[in-house]
């Protein structure tokens, strides 16, 4: 009777050490899904593209161009950089004094020999207001471009505020 009982815990703790595996992997899997900035990807440089990037006259907005595109067929963007935090309270460390900001975006090319994206707020926007980060220093541009023949390149850029 006691090997019975002793079997039968064991089969149970194997059981729910299996699920327990399992739903362990899943979630450490799902949690990293992996962006392009991750993957390893050849790079061209800028002047490859004919890439550029502008800031509006208040320093508020960024946009990028794109001059060499007869061989693109698309391209995805990531831009980044970093902020002020207005929820910082100091040096007492429960709040860092700096926060990431980003968005991105992708763009299919047809015809054009050259793109301009839209000017991008470097802050939110909301019912025509908005709220606009303060102490950013550098935006950075990663650009992962697909040619026509199906080969995919990433170019980096920054500009300095």
């Known amino acids: 009777d006691k ?4 079997a039968v815990a064991a089969i149970v703790l194997i059981v729910i050490g299996g699920f327990f595996m ?8 799902a949690d990293k899904e992996p962006t392009f900035a991750d993957q390893t990807i050849p790079t061209l440089k800028p002047e490859d593209i004919g890439l550029t990037m502008e800031l ?3 320093n508020r907005q960024v946009r ?3 001059d060499k595109t007869d061989d693109i067929e ?15 309270r100091g040096g007492d460390g429960e709040v860092p004094d700096r926060t990431p900001r980003g968005f991105g975006g992708e763009e299919t090319f047809s015809d054009s020999s050259s793109y301009e994206s ?3 707020d470097l802050g939110t926007c909301s019912s025509g ?14 650009i992962k471009v697909t ?4 080969k995919v390149y990433q170019v980096e850029d920054s500009i300095k505020l």
Do not use: W
Request: glycine share 4%; with cysteine; proline share 2%.
């Open 3 to 6: 090997r019975i009982v002793i």
């Open 22 to 29: 399992m739903f362990s992997k899943k979630s450490k899997t």
């Open 56 to 58: 509006s006259s208040n």
């Open 64 to 66: 990028f161009t794109i």
């Open 74 to 88: 698309k391209i995805e963007y990531e831009i980044t950089y970093d902020a002020d935090n207005p929820e910082a």
């Open 118 to 120: 839209k000017f991008f």
């Open 129 to 142: 207001t908005c709220k606009y980060d303060t102490g950013v220093e550098e935006i950075k541009l990663l």
């Open 147 to 150: 040619k026509k023949d199906g």
